[in-house]
């Protein structure tokens, strides 16, 4: 083999057709839609008008929602409690410590 240097020739599939313009042109038109796109792009984001209430509505729905399921599971725990105490259970703070495993 050469130690010359091939002169490489454009593949033709790849060529761009003289009628397709410059990049020149190509800059030129993107430029000339510039405001375009920010104002579509600034129209789709937006935020609807109603956000804040329906925000505020969501937020309402969700802590009522966890109110009401923290009520049912102190209710739960009460009737649990309840009937430690009347089966004479100790509570799990007066545990024998020896069934804990806790040394003090």
């Known amino acids: 083999m050469s130690?010359?240097?091939?002169?490489?020739?454009p593949d033709p599939q790849?060529?761009?057709p003289a009628d397709r313009g410059t990049?020149?042109?190509l800059d030129d038109a993107l430029t000339a839609t510039d405001d375009?796109?920010?104002?579509?792009l600034a129209l789709i984001l937006e935020a609807p008008v109603d956000l804040a209430e329906?925000?505020?509505e969501d937020v309402r729905e969700a802590l009522l929602t966890r109110s009401v399921m923290a009520a049912?599971?102190?209710l739960l725990s009460l009737g649990w409690?309840?009937?430690?105490?009347?089966?004479g259970d100790p509570a799990p703070d007066r545990r024998d410590s020896?069934?804990?495993?806790d040394p003090s």
Do not use: Y
Not at 36 to 40: A, E, I, P, Q, S
Not at 81 to 87: A, C, E, G, L, Y
Not at 98 to 101: D, H, L, N, W
């Open 36 to 40: 375009l796109w920010g104002d579509r």
């Open 14 to 16: 790849f060529e761009v």
């Open 98 to 101: 020896s069934r804990t495993g």
């Open 72 to 74: 049912g599971g102190d």
């Open 3 to 9: 130690d010359e240097p091939q002169e490489l020739t």
């Open 54 to 56: 329906r925000t505020k």
């Open 23 to 25: 990049i020149h042109e």
């Open 81 to 87: 409690n309840t009937m430690r105490v009347i089966f």
